[in-house]
């Protein structure tokens, strides 16, 4: 089962960036709570639009995540964005679980690319070494 474990890891949680992504594209208004008022004046975007936004980045590069492409920089940059919503929300319920989210997510970057992803197909054919 070893040799499937980084493998469930990463789909497992590109599954739930998806989800959660889709959501927002969805239905955006029961997302704009969470936006934090200073991040609406920065952008001088409407929260419905950065959840729109939001909702994209988590689609697009949960999207790569599940296939295994561009492995290491999905998981970096959806790792990064967990530990500033865990940073924003604080160590509640909610806060923690994402934390945890993010260590996972955390954990697939530094395995790199698992034997059933794009990036090893894509290392193997160019005949390098598929250590990123």
Known sequence: MNKYSATVLRIGIALVFLWFGTQQIIDPSVWTSYIPEGI??????????????????????????????????SALLLALHMLDITYIVGFDAIGVRDFGLAVATIVIFMQGADKFSLDYYRMNLSGGKNDE
């Open 40 to 73: 609406v004046g920065i952008f001088s975007l409407s929260a419905v639009k950065l959840v729109y936004l939001n909702g994209l980045f988590e689609i697009i590069f949960a999207s790569a995540l599940l296939l295994g492409y561009f492995t290491r920089f």
